[in-house]
């Protein structure tokens, strides 16, 4: 799982930092509101990589999640891109809570075969 939802998360940093640069066009925000709150979503993508794992770490990415899609206040391409996120998100939770569930089945017969040689 931490891989795939840490993939999501460095492309939503790279996200995140195209739509401050776009947001940087709209004259009733000043830049240094922009690359401020900018910077602290792009900190927050990568520090959840590592916090993925642990416990609340899923559910500070739907913060984030939601965080994002609520940014299509400010650019509204933010809208339909924070809901593509948010699914890819999903799926990541999703499938890599299954991959993680295959692995540590298939550890757990490769160990049982190998204390069994007969």
Aim: aromatic share 12%; net charge neutral.
């Amino acid at each position: 799982m931490r891989t795939l939802c840490s993939s999501t998360l460095i492309g939503e940093f790279f996200l995140v930092g195209f739509a401050g640069l776009v947001a940087m066009k709209d004259p009733d925000l000043s830049m240094t509101t922009v690359w401020t709150v900018s910077g602290i979503a792009m900190f927050l993508c990568v520090a959840l990589c590592g916090m993925v794992t642990r416990p609340g770490g899923v559910a500070a990415g739907w913060v984030l999640q939601l965080a994002l899609i609520a940014s299509g206040v400010f650019v509204p391409t933010m809208f339909f891109m924070g809901a593509l996120f948010a699914a890819l998100w999903w799926a990541s939770v999703h499938y890599g809570r299954k991959i993680d569930e295959a692995k540590a089945r298939f550890a757990a017969q490769a160990e049982a075969a190998a204390a069994d040689p007969a």
